[in-house]
């Protein structure tokens, strides 16, 4: 791809140390790997997904030459993926569903409950004869 050697990236940082300084350097740095990611995962997709239709092109017109070869024995060529049944839906049951939980139940923490539960001295609101905000 680019032909890079040992000495111009040790200028490129030279030259980058001055311009941003010590301070900036590691940030502007982190950030430029980030990108370089970026664009390596993108690039990365675009080269599958351009595999994915030439191989789905290949498929079809395999298809429509072994269906236009009806009465003859279709002959696949050994190169090309065998072709792929996109109809097949299996008939797997469900999974089971979780049990609920072995826990107290939920009347135990509501809070006209809440005194009695563990000893609590919770109150959902304060008494009526105390303000709110003592």
């Not at 429509?64 to 279709?74: C, I, L, V």
């Not at 089971?96 to 809070?111: D, H, I, K, L, V």
């Not at 539960?117 to 919770?122: E, K, L, M, N, T």
């Not at 109150?123 to 105390?130: F, I, M, Q, R, T």
Request: net charge negative; no cysteine.
């Amino acid at each position: 791809m680019l032909d890079v050697g040992f000495s111009e990236i040790l200028l490129t940082s030279a030259i980058a140390l001055i311009v941003l300084g010590p301070e900036k350097l590691p940030k502007v740095a982190r950030q430029v790997g980030n990108w370089m990611g970026r664009a390596r995962a993108m690039a990365r997709q675009l080269t599958e997904q351009l595999e994915r239709e030439v191989s789905a092109d290949e498929l079809m017109k395999q298809t429509k030459s072994t269906g236009s070869n009806s009465g003859a024995a279709p002959t696949a060529p050994s190169s090309a993926p065998a072709a792929f049944d996109t109809s097949y839906t299996p008939n797997i049951p469900p999974p089971p569903a979780a049990p609920p939980p072995a826990s107290a139940p939920a009347a135990a923490y509501s809070p006209e409950t809440a005194a009695t539960v563990h000893g609590a001295d919770w109150h959902a609101s304060p008494p009526e004869n105390k303000p709110a905000n003592e």
